[in-house]
Every structure is written in structure tokens, then in C-alpha cells.
């Protein structure tokens, strides 16, 4: 069974950056496809990037060109390199199996104000 354990969040100021690991245990990053999502107070969970296993790439509008998902697949770990952060970033991000239901991690909290 897939595990997920989601760190680097923090407090950034506005056109800050970070970069978001996500390390996973019962599979390869490999050969899976991998997502970054986020959720924000009482808001729903959405989508924020999908990395293929050839290595594509797909991205929220609301993120394009400012963030990029990577993978090492030696640490078997998701990045998501976050550059020129916005207030309106800011939310809980998770990473999974793209299109998987279950098995969510606790998230690393986001958080861009001045």
C-alpha cells in the first residue's frame, strides 16, 4: 500500500519560493503516476500538477509557469518546486497517486502573507 509523508512547507512573503518533498513508501515513483493538490480553508481539494512516468508534465492554469513538479526516482520522492508565490497559494498541499481516493498524508501547510 502506497505511503506519503508531505514536508517543506512554511511561511514565505509574496514572490517567494519553496520546494515541497514528498516521500513515498510501498511503491516506486516510478511507476506510478504522481499528483501535488492543495486545499485551503474551507475550500475543496484541487489539483495543482501530475508528473507521468515518462516524465511529462501538466499543471493547474493558476500555477502554470511558476511551479514544476520533479521526481528523484534513486530517493523515490515527489518535488514541487513553488517560485514567485502568490497570497492566494496558500493551503495545505498533498501529494498521491494521481486519481487514487484513499491513503492521504497529512499534508505540509503553505502559508504566503507579509
Known amino acids: 500500500q502506497v505511503q506519503l509523508v508531505e514536508s517543506g512547507g512554511g511561511l514565505v512573503q509574496p514572490g517567494g519560493s519553496l520546494r515541497l518533498s514528498c516521500a513515498v513508501s510501498g511503491s516506486t515513483v516510478s511507476a506510478n503516476v504522481m499528483g501535488w493538490y492543495r486545499q485551503a480553508p474551507g475550500m475543496q481539494r484541487e489539483f495543482v500538477a501530475v508528473i507521468f512516468s515518462g516524465g511529462a508534465t501538466n499543471y493547474a492554469n493558476s500555477v502554470k509557469g511558476r511551479f514544476t513538479i520533479s521526481t528523484d526516482n534513486a530517493k523515490n520522492t515527489v518535488y514541487l518546486q513553488m517560485n514567485s508565490l502568490k497570497p492566494e497559494d496558500t493551503a495545505v498541499y498533498y501529494c498521491?497517486?494521481?486519481?487514487?481516493?484513499?491513503?492521504w498524508g497529512q499534508g505540509t501547510q503553505v502559508t504566503v502573507s507579509s
Open positions: 498521491n497517486v494521481f486519481g487514487r481516493a484513499t491513503g
